[in-house]
């Protein structure tokens, strides 16, 4: 069954029957409410794969990942397949488990023709060189920015959030309830990566906050590396912190998995959250709602992030061959906001109003 047999039996033009199908031209709505009766009656099914060919587009975006599992990730991937979809996209979903090799592939594009843009949230490779290798594919980088003196022109366009405000916020937010003695968990060892970047931000935004004259200037050894952001990674982190724990009121932790690894191990250990240490996520992971105690954290407008990123990668997309190029590589940043919780209460400030 084809076009033509629709058209015959709708009595209009294969032309039609097309404009009807790509929703494309003028056409009256009783000529369109004939034509998609003919092809309900009949079984048509227009032919992608010729269309796809014919426009050049296939009207699909690759989401990429460090792990699916991750509870962040599956929420805003969530959120872009509903943004993508209002625009008539598809989304495909890869993980590259932050392996160099995987994350210079897709930087590059894939080298594939079934993606027409891809979002891509990077941690083994930084967006100077993601700059350096890619190809044409549109692109858009979540999560990572430069650091302030390093950045140039760039030819990718980011979204993100405020990483130093919105760590300078969690921070003080600690030390406006009397903590003083502070540390940060999960900078990143390894040197020349984005993820490293970009948790260097939230540690230059908890080392402003002392800055700023509240309370005391954490010591240095108390940026404390990670592998991996994880709750196993996290609980590690407290088991070899335990005989020093004494020495620290305060626990910036950034991300959500690796602060309810750290609260499963505080409290396994008999220490006492927030009455001997306050401690606080990133991320807003649902999980968080429902630990003991709940946990404070850095919740990012996840929703804003979708839809700018879509939004980004769709722009480029329709530019695509166009003489005036594609837009200008723009660095978008969104809301975020600390929710404080549980985990990090005003204990001073409420004995007070007993």
């Given amino acids: ?55 050049g587009r296939t009207n699909t975006l690759g989401l990429v990942v460090p792990w699916v599992h991750s509870p962040y990730f599956s929420a805003l991937a969530h959120r872009v397949i509903d943004a993508a979809s209002a625009r008539g996209f598809r989304v495909l979903i890869e993980e590259t488990r932050v392996e160099r090799d995987a994350e210079l592939r897709v930087a590059q594009g894939f080298q594939v023709h079934a993606i027409d843009g891809i979002i891509f949230s990077p941690l083994a490779i930084g967006p100077a060189e993601i700059d350096e290798v890619r190809g044409e594919t549109p692109m858009v980088l979540l999560g990572e920015r430069d650091s302030p003196g390093r ?17 300078r916020e ?3 937010h600690l030390l ?11 900078a990143d060892p390894s040197p020349d990566s984005a993820g490293e ?20 200037p954490a010591p240095s050894p108390w940026i404390l590396p990670v592998q991996e952001f994880s709750r196993p990674a996290g609980a ?20 959500d998995e690796l602060a309810l690894g750290a609260l499963y191990a505080l409290r396994t250990n008999g220490v006492r959250v927030p009455h001997d240490l306050a401690v606080t996520g990133w991320d807003n992971i649902e999980d968080g709602r429902f630990s003991s105690p709940t946990l ?17 990668v769709v722009r480029q997309v329709e530019h695509a061959g166009r003489e005036d190029g594609p837009p ?27």
Wanted: hydrophobic fraction near 45%; aromatic fraction near 2%; charge should be positive.
């Fill in 236 to 255: 590690r982190a407290i088991e070899e912190m335990l005989p020093r724990i004494g020495a620290i009121d305060g626990l910036v932790c950034a991300n």
């Fill in 1 to 55: 069954m084809g076009i033509k047999d629709v058209a015959a039996a709708a009595g209009v033009s294969w032309k039609t029957v097309s404009n009807v199908v790509n929703g494309t031209g003028r056409v009256g709505a009783a000529t369109r409410e004939r034509v998609e009766r003919e092809i309900a009656t009949l079984g048509y099914r227009p032919n992608i794969a010729g269309r796809q060919l014919r426009s």
């Fill in 296 to 312: 404070t954290t850095v919740a990012p407008d996840v929703q804003a992030i979708a839809e700018a990123a879509v939004d980004r």
């Fill in 328 to 354: 200008r590589a723009v660095e978008v940043v969104v809301p975020h906001r600390v929710l404080v919780r549980e985990s990090s209460r005003d204990l001073a400030a409420e004995a007070a109003t007993v």
């Fill in 170 to 172: 969690v921070t003080e």
């Fill in 197 to 216: 970047e970009t948790r260097t931000l939230r540690v230059q935004g908890f080392l402003d906050a002392h800055a700023g004259g509240v309370g005391d």
């Fill in 176 to 186: 406006s309830t009397g903590r003083s003695r502070l540390a940060f968990l999960g």
């Fill in 151 to 167: 950045a140039g022109v760039r030819r990718t366009d980011h979204v993100s959030i405020d990483n130093v405000l919105a760590a």
